[in-house]
């Protein structure tokens, strides 16, 4: 009943414009109250038309009242408030479709401030006030709002669900503990709720750790990215200007040919000309002395013939066409050829070096490199034919097995000459350049007292004599692998360093190019052991290598497809 009456002094003391209690309460002619604010607000809208109306009856006002504020209803609202009016709450205090209700509520429920699992009822912040204030309902357990708390009663026994199950994995109540799950691994929901909880606790700390870790990660990678365009960009800047520098040294150099052929043009017109004209001059005083001599000749009388004979002039000097040699020269043709063989040899390191920098332009591999291999089916994806190179190969060594196997022999072969081949150290290259990803096997022989060295080498490595330049493993351009049938030996730079693992006869050796990794394993029939992993960075095109010592040793690259 007093909940009634207070909805009606709400109603009743209520601005119909801000549906709240009237504050600064003012009445229009018409009778009816507002806030003096909302009001006001109104009338200003209403400003452009001239009159203003009561947003209620819609009664018209001109000029616009002057309102006074209704000191009767202002105080008798301050009376009111004093015994327990309270304004209504604002609509955002109201439960919408996806807020938890209060469930004591009625009419239009309000939201619910706390759910208490032991009531199982979720309560706004007038009607959890009991589970504040009484000392009984203060030990039950609240919660922030939760939906659906009837799913926490059991469906069979019609009680709270405090156990967990652990056999089944579910919630159930106590009759269900000591009944339907009697025999089962069962605690307190409580217990299993603190396990849970311990175990979400260790899975976050693996998550932030995962989550720091690739934060880091992605900074690594935003800066890799920097890198990479700034490189880029010096890289474009630096090639634009060398190529413009070449651009404007052909076009100096195409003017000074040009200069030097019109210069020498000029020079041979001229002389061409000169002669002309002397030829020609020497044409028409011929003509006149024909012409002389005609007259004399045409002369019938014999004393005056005679007369005049000899004050005839004798003939200049004759240029004769003999000593005029039209050679049959090719003119400026040869200037021609040779500007052709420039371009030719031009176009030949245009393409050399064009295809050299597009190989280090494609070697350019930075970022989310894939796993190594780990298997030896993994380690198979990537396998590489190799045949050696018999144009490489000491004369002390046969090659056979289509030029997949190596022989030290007693007597030399007859291989011809050639300047990629080695003189003095028994070994021999690869035909197939190595890049990117590549992986290959070696079976050995050691015969009595032989060595074999697994190698990768630079092309550039020397040929000729038998010093470290020569040898693999001691120098910068190349490593090796040695093996004598007991033990296994590192060598790069001619540093020598003992590999320890399991000795096989065949060794596997395993490249990624980009990555500047190189590694050597132990294979048998079960297992593939890693011996030795070399990192740095290469900068060549590599190519597999062996040196064989002792009569009867051989090394052979195994067919692995």
Not at 434 to 451: F, H
Not at 454 to 480: L, P, W
Request: hydrophobic share 30%; proline share 3%.
């Amino acid at each position: 009943m007093e909940q009634q009456e207070n909805q009606l002094d709400r109603e009743r003391f209520c601005c119909s414009i801000c549906v709240d209690l009237l504050k600064d309460p003012v009445t229009t002619g018409c009778g009816h109250s507002y806030c003096k604010s909302c009001i006001n607000t109104h009338w200003d809208n209403e400003e452009e038309r001239g009159s203003y109306s009561c947003p209620q009856c819609s009664q018209s006002f001109t000029p616009r009242p002057v309102l006074e504020t209704n000191t009767m209803l202002a105080a008798s609202l301050e009376e009111l408030k004093k015994t327990g009016l309270q304004a209504a709450p604002a609509d955002h205090c109201y439960a919408g479709p996806e807020d938890v209700a209060c469930d004591v509520c009625t009419g239009r429920k309000l939201k619910a401030l706390k759910s208490c699992l032991n009531c199982l009822a979720s309560y706004c912040e007038k009607h959890l006030q009991p589970h504040l204030q009484s000392a009984a309902l203060k030990k039950h357990k609240l919660v922030e709002p939760l939906e659906n708390l009837q799913e926490n009663i059991c469906s069979l026994h019609d009680e709270v669900m405090k156990m967990f199950c652990r056999t089944d994995q579910q919630c159930i109540c106590d009759l269900c503990s000591v009944e339907e799950h009697k025999d089962h691994d069962t605690v307190s929901a409580a217990a299993e709720r603190t396990e849970r909880q311990r175990e979400l606790g260790l899975r976050r700390q693996t998550i932030h750790q995962r989550v720091q870790d690739t934060e880091k990660d992605v900074k690594l990678l935003q800066q890799e990215e920097e890198a990479i365009n700034g490189s880029a960009d010096k890289a474009v800047k630096h090639s634009e200007k060398i190529f413009t520098e070449l651009s404007r040294l052909l076009d100096k150099r195409s003017s000074d040919v040009k200069q030097q052929i019109r210069s020498q043009q000029e020079t041979e017109v001229s002389r061409v000309r000169e002669l002309q004209e002397r030829l020609e001059q020497e044409i028409t005083e011929l003509k006149r002395k024909d012409h002389e001599l005609k007259q004399l000749s045409d002369t019938e009388d014999h004393n005056q013939h005679l007369h005049n004979y000899p004050s005839l002039s004798p003939l200049s000097e004759s240029t004769h066409s003999s000593s005029i040699r039209i050679r049959p020269l090719r003119y400026f043709e040869d200037v021609r050829t040779a500007v052709s063989q420039v371009r030719g040899r031009l176009q030949d390191i245009l393409s050399e070096t064009g295809t050299k920098i597009l190989h280090i332009v494609s070697r350019v591999d930075v970022l989310l490199q894939e796993p190594e291999p780990e298997t030896r089916a993994d380690f198979l994806e990537y396998s590489q034919e190799i045949t050696l190179d018999p144009n490489t190969a000491h004369r002390g060594l046969l090659l056979s097995e289509g030029n997949r196997k190596v022989t030290c022999m007693n007597g030399g072969q007859s291989y011809s000459e050639h300047p990629d081949r080695f003189t003095d150290c028994l070994q021999v290259l690869s035909r197939e350049s190595l890049t990117g990803r590549c992986y290959w096997e070696v079976k050995m022989n050691m015969g009595w007292w032989g060595e074999v060295h697994v190698a990768v080498t630079y092309k550039n490595i020397r040929r000729a004599g038998y010093s470290h330049e020569c040898k693999f493993g001691c120098n910068d351009k190349s490593c090796s692998l040695f093996f004598n049938g007991s033990r296994y030996n590192f060598y790069y730079n001619n540093i020598d360093t003992p590999v320890s693992g399991p000795v096989s006869s065949r060794v596997g050796v395993y490249l990624d190019h980009s990555a500047g990794i190189l590694s050597f394993y132990s294979v048998s029939d079960t297992s593939l052991t890693l011996l030795r992993r070399f990192q740095t960075t290469f900068t060549q095109p590599l190519y597999a290598g062996v040196r064989v010592h002792h009569h009867g040793s051989t090394a052979e690259f195994c067919k692995l497809k």
